[in-house]
């Protein structure tokens, strides 16, 4: 198939054009960017989009995916209200898919935490532990945040409701269905984040260890093959992934 990568010059997009150019599925990618030495648009005949580009950028981008009747697989964040609208109307023309981690396990991760959160109940206590370098400036990581809610999700209940971050001093006895986050810092670690579901009889620990970016530009490039020839509509990775049902 036929892609663009948009944003090619960037730490991301770099990442993508050499993903793609070992993959013989992709027969051609167009590489965009603003700065010198990068195309400023594709051609009609492309199949898929790939923006990792500035928020700003996408309601430019995504018209004109619309022009090339490209599927577009939206990997930048930060978008305002108004940009978000122009992606949700362009969305009603073609395939469009979003996400703000577009990591394979991560996604599944979700998955998992959610459904085990579902079936194990509430004689399960939900602690979230995330630990990353020493220089990530926020806490917990919006990836932890993803997961609380997932579990949260899994048991119908609002993470706002039953959260706890971090504990210290007298605390007392913990309460029934609360979902605790704990941030350790130090090193080099790139991210990591485990969920653990602890009983009084046994203790189910679910793991993830992210070793680079290229966890999201090879969901990217996932998400543009699945994404190619599908309705118009928003979907997300969990489409990609088949993890509805
Ligand atoms: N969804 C995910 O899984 C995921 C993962 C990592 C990063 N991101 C997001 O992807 C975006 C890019 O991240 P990055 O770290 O690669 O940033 P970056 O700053 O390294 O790269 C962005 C590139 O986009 C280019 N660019 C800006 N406007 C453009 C336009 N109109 N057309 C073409 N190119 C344009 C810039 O010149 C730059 O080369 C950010 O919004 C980031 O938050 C998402």
Known sequence: MKIAILGAAGRMGQMLCNLASQNPEFE????????DGYEKTWPENTDAVIDFTFHSAVPANIARAVETKSAYVLGTTGLTAEEEQAVT?????????????????????????????????????IEVVEMHHRLKKDAPSGTALMLANAAADGRNVKLEDVACYGREGLV????????????????????????????NVERIEITHKAQSREAFAAGALRAAIWAKGKDAKIYSMRDVLNLND
Do not use: Q
């Open 172 to 199: 007392g006895e913990r309460p029934e269905g609360e979902i605790a986050l704990h941030a350790l810092r130090g090193g080099s670690v790139v991210g990591d984040h485990t969920v653990m579901y602890a009983s």
């Open 28 to 35: 051609s990618v167009v590489k965009c960017d603003i700065v």
């Open 89 to 125: 109307d362009a969305a009603t023309k073609i395939p469009v898919v979003k996400s703000a981690n577009m990591s394979l396990g991560v996604n599944l991760l979700l998955d998992l935490v959610r459904r085990a959160a579902a079936v194990l109940g509430t004689d399960y206590d």
